[in-house]
């Protein structure tokens, strides 16, 4: 019976092979592979022609508006450039690729639009990091270079794209940040800072001496730093939430400079006042904010 069954399905077997037209199978097959591989190099070559076109335009505009406007604003048109180039790119490749394969793309776009197939693929957030892009660039929120911190995440901006802002932070790492989550940005880049030295200190210091050594630094140190704006304020001494003591001074600096100019003071003031024998608790607090 086993064998009766076996045979019945190697006729059916047999007359569905000898039904196929393998040579023409195999030559529709070459074909579209063919046509898929000549719309990927297509795709690449108008990659590598894209790039090329977009940093001559963008050269040429370096040139000719060196002076009115900034190398940021620069560099993050032509990121925001060669983002929209590979958008477009990839979109051409899949279409395509699609309609290659017999893929009604047409059809289904024009029938549910385009961005009603965005949503019905759950695309929601893919527009949404477009719109907020946009708006990010439309009012110069953030430029490549900058130093900034959106949301809990602090660091240089490296690309501000359509979808995703990338931004490096001070230990290396790659942050990728879509669009849509940016809810607030604090640019650190835009104006001058102010960095508040605060050295902590015992209710016993000496006040007159401690004042006496960081102004001595002050006048030795602050005419070989050109990042400091100004003259240096001594606020005095500041009880910090906590019930800590610390005695602060505050520094104008150029942005972008605070940081080196907080730990050099502050090393400064540290080892003078240890020379001088006046005995401070550990821990100083180092804290940034724009002016």
Do not use: C
């Not at 005095?236 to 150029?254: A, E, I, R, S």
């Amino acid at each position: 019976m086993q064998f009766i069954h076996f045979q019945f399905l190697n006729i059916h077997l047999q007359k569905l092979f000898d039904y196929i037209d393998w040579q023409k199978l195999l030559v529709t097959i070459s074909v579209k592979i063919g046509i898929i591989l000549f719309f990927t190099i297509l795709m690449l070559l108008g990659r590598k022609i894209g790039k090329a076109v977009i940093n001559h335009f963008v050269n040429r505009y370096r040139e000719k508006y060196r002076d009115t406007v900034t190398e940021k604003r620069i560099r993050t048109f032509h990121t925001l450039s060669m983002n929209v180039l590979i958008y477009a790119l990839w979109f051409f490749w899949i279409y395509s690729v699609l309609s290659t394969l017999g893929v009604p793309v047409g059809t289904l776009v024009a029938s549910a639009g385009v961005f009603s197939l965005a949503i019905g693929l759950g695309a929601q957030g893919f527009v949404t990091d477009i719109v907020s892009g946009f708006f990010i660039l439309l009012e110069k929120q953030l430029e490549v270079g900058e130093y900034v911190q959106i949301n809990t995440i602090r660091g240089t901006i490296t690309a501000v794209g359509l979808r995703t802002t990338q931004i490096v932070s001070d230990d290396g790492t790659l942050n990728f940040i879509p669009n849509r989550t940016i809810t607030t940005v604090a640019n650190m880049s835009r104006n001058n800072m102010t960095a508040m030295i605060q050295v902590a200190i015992l209710p016993e210091t000496p006040i007159d001496k401690v004042i006496s050594i960081i102004n001595h630094v002050n006048e030795r140190e602050v005419p070989k730093t050109p990042e400091i704006i100004g003259t240096p304020k001594l606020i005095g001494t500041v009880t910090l939430p906590d019930g800590k003591l610390v005695f602060q001074v505050n520094m104008t600096t150029k942005n972008g400079a605070q940081y080196d100019v907080t730990h050099k003071f502050l090393a400064r003031y540290l080892s003078e006042l240890s020379q001088a024998g006046i005995q401070l608790p550990s821990s100083p607090t180092i804290i940034q904010k724009q002016s």
